[in-house]
C-alpha cells in the first residue's frame, strides 16, 4: 500500500534518526564535497543532473549506481526510503528526481504505479462514482455474468456482443477498484455485491479454473489466470444455405454452444437453458467380403427391345 505519512513528518523522522550524521550522502568532514560513504562520489552525485550541456548515458548510470550502492551500506536506508515513498497532497512523490532510499527515480515512480495498483479502492455503497455501475446495461452485464461463465452466453444473456460485453466488464472492474488484467470472475461479482451494485441473485460458481473479469480479445488474461485450463472450441452455425431443413419449435432459438452439445434456448425461459447432446457420428460401413453382397436398391429387370411385327428373317443361303 502506499504511505499515508506526509512528507513532512517522513522528512523529520530521518532528520531525527541517531544515525543521520553518518548517512552515506552526507558531507565527508575532512572533505565537505566529498561524500563520506564513497570519496571518489561528489555529494551531489544523488541529485539530478544540472550543469550545462547533456549528461552522457553511461556517465549518467555509472554515477547513479555508484550512489545506489552507498545507500545498500546506510545505516539509515529504512527511513530514508520511507521518505521517498512518501507523497504529497497531490499524490506525487515528495522528491521525484535523484537518488533516494537506494532508488532512482524512476524505480521509485513504477515502484508507486504498481503499489497503488494492488490497493484496493476505498468506496462506499453510496459513492457518486458508482452510479456508472448501475446503468441499465452494466446491470445487464453483471446479471447475465452471476448466472453464465462463458463469455458468449453472458453476450448473449445481456442481449449484445461478445465484444461489447467484454467492453463493459472492463469498465466494471475499474469502476470497482479491481485491476482488469489479474482480478476474476468472482471477485468483481463479490465487490459488485458489497457495495450495493449487484442484487441478491445466485451467482454461478467459477469451477475448476478461475475465470477472467475482463476478458480480452487474444485471451492473454484468461491464460494468465488459468494456464492449464483447456480451449473450448465453438462451432459455428452453417449458413442457411448449407444447414439441412429441419422441423423446429417456432418459439425455440437454438444455439450451437459447443462441440459437446446443442444448447436450446426458449422464449420466455432464458433462465432455464437445457443442453442436449449432439448426435453420435455415423457409425463407418462395414467391408464387403467375397461370399456376401449388400443389396442396394431394387433389382431393374432388363428386358429385351421388341422387333417390329414386319421384320421378316430368311435363312442363310
Known amino acids: 500500500m502506499t504511505s499515508s505519512i506526509t512528507p513532512e513528518t517522513a522528512r523529520q523522522q530521518l532528520e531525527d534518526h541517531r544515525h543521520w550524521r553518518y548517512r552515506g550522502c552526507a558531507p565527508d568532514p575532512d572533505q565537505p564535497d566529498r561524500a563520506q560513504g564513497d570519496l571518489t562520489l561528489s555529494i551531489d552525485a544523488w541529485g539530478a543532473y544540472t550543469e550545462e550541456g547533456g549528461e552522457e548515458r553511461s556517465v549518467r548510470n555509472a554515477r547513479l549506481a555508484a550512489a545506489v550502492a552507498v545507500c545498500g551500506t546506510c545505516p539509515v536506508l529504512d527511513v530514508c526510503r520511507t521518505y521517498a515513498m512518501a507523497e504529497d497532497s497531490d499524490g506525487h512523490l515528495a522528491e521525484p528526481e535523484g537518488v533516494l532510499g537506494g532508488m532512482r527515480s524512476l524505480e521509485r515512480h513504477t515502484l508507486l504505479i504498481k503499489q497503488r495498483a494492488a490497493q484496493p479502492a476505498l468506496l ?31 453476450a448473449y444473456r445481456a442481449d449484445m456482443d461478445v465484444r461489447t460485453a467484454n467492453w463493459h466488464r472492463a469498465i466494471l472492474a475499474g469502476i470497482l477498484g479491481l485491476d482488469k488484467e489479474t482480478a476474476t470472475r468472482q471477485q468483481l461479482l463479490k465487490t459488485a455485491r458489497q457495495l450495493g451494485v449487484l442484487g441478491p441473485i445466485p451467482v454461478k460458481r467459477d469451477g475448476r479454473w478461475p475465470i477472467a473479469a475482463a476478458p480480452n480479445t487474444d485471451g492473454s488474461r484468461q491464460r494468465r489466470l488459468a494456464p492449464d485450463m483447456p480451449v473450448v472450441r465453438i462451432s459455428q452455425p452453417k449458413p442457411e444455405a448449407e444447414q439441412p431443413a429441419r422441423k423446429t419449435h417456432r418459439r425455440s432459438r437454438i444455439r450451437f454452444v459447443a462441440d459437446l452439445g446443442v444448447q436450446l434456448v426458449f422464449t ?26 449388400r443389396l442396394l436398391g431394387p433389382v431393374v429387370e432388363q428386358l429385351p427391345l421388341p422387333l417390329p411385327a414386319t421384320t421378316v428373317l430368311e435363312p442363310a443361303a
Do not use: C, F, I
Open 124 to 154: 462506499s455503497a453510496d459513492d457518486p462514482r458508482l452510479d456508472e455501475a448501475r446503468t441499465p446495461q452494466k446491470q445487464a452485464v453483471l446479471v447475465a455474468l452471476a448466472r453464465e461463465t462463458d463469455e458468449r452466453l453472458v
Open 268 to 293: 420466455g425461459y432464458q433462465h432455464l437453458p437445457r443442453t442436449w447432446p449432439a448426435p453420435e457420428p455415423a457409425k463407418p460401413k462395414a467391408a464387403m467380403n467375397g461370399r456376401h453382397l
